[in-house]
């Protein structure tokens, strides 16, 4: 494996290590913090009763042993559900009978408290999931929670220790608007012809490309860097693309294998 010598890149946990642990389940992300991750990467969605929890897909079928929309699920109903044997993985430091709070739901107050308790600065990529059935009320929500942790600002001297994503240009602007110093990433899957001279939509102050893009489109990351925007990549997995990455000086890897990542870096 080629070892890029790159200190400045930040090493982002997509979903938690979740190469080596259940996607958004507390076990990913104490992973990926004793990995030495620098940030954690989750989706939120809210719940019938309004709480945030930390799950990808509008439904729980693919990532639980149950059925249905997060949505019109109550938290309780969620809390019933095993959210990490649906696929196999191992844990050499855990027996098989560990703690089920590792599999279960991840409430995002409990990710905060994770990170707020973990002795060292872990910051946060938190994405908002759209559409859904509570336009406005997940952005509201969320940013209330982080007040009340007091991680919806910079400290004296840092940046700020949370940002929130999406690839809701919508979502995005009503954070802008709530909370201008809350760091805002619009995630892109495809490149929109508006955005190819580097612009982002209104509320959006970092570009979130995938792999893809940044694959067929390296040079698009100058132009973001000239318009004064960092670059935040996800999904980067494989060796040749951290290369990629690090050569053209993007600012953030999103990956699932973060003590990997890390590795190539020269940073373990």
Not at 169 to 187: E, I, K, N, Q
Not at 227 to 252: F, K, M, R, S
């Amino acid at each position: 494996m080629t070892h890029v010598r790159q200190h400045s890149i930040q090493v982002v946990a997509h979903r938690g290590a979740s190469e080596d642990a259940p996607e958004h389940t507390l076990a990913a992300y104490m992973r990926a913090i004793d990995d030495g991750a620098d940030a954690l990467e989750c989706d939120v969605r809210l719940t019938a009763d309004g709480h945030l929890v930390c799950v990808h897909d509008r439904r729980v079928n693919r990532t639980s042993d149950g059925r249905g929309a997060v949505s019109a699920l109550e938290l309780s109903a969620l809390t019933a559900l095993d959210f990490g044997s649906w696929r196999e993985w191992t844990d050499t430091d855990e027996s098989p009978d560990w703690d089920r709070e590792r599999t279960s739901v991840l409430t995002l107050e409990r990710l905060l408290e994770l990170v707020t308790d973990s002795g060292r600065r872990v910051e946060l990529a938190i994405e908002t999931k759209h559409p859904t059935r509570w336009a406005g009320q997940v952005e509201e929500r969320l940013l209330t929670m982080l007040a009340r942790f007091g991680l919806d600002r910079p400290s004296a001297g840092e940046p700020s220790p949370v940002r929130i994503m999406s690839f809701s240009a919508r979502s995005l602007h009503r954070v802008a608007a709530a909370a201008a110093t809350v760091p805002t990433v619009y995630l892109m899957q495809f490149l929109s012809p508006r955005l190819r001279e580097g612009r982002l939509p209104a509320g959006a102050g970092i570009a979130g490309p995938g792999m893809r893009i940044i694959r067929s489109h390296p040079d698009y990351v100058e132009r973001w860097h000239r318009a004064g925007h960092q670059v935040h990549v996800w999904t980067v997995n494989d060796p040749a693309d951290v290369e990629l990455c690090a050569e053209l000086g993007v600012e953030a890897i999103i990956t699932n294998r973060p003590k990997q990542v890390l590795s190539q870096l020269g940073r373990l």
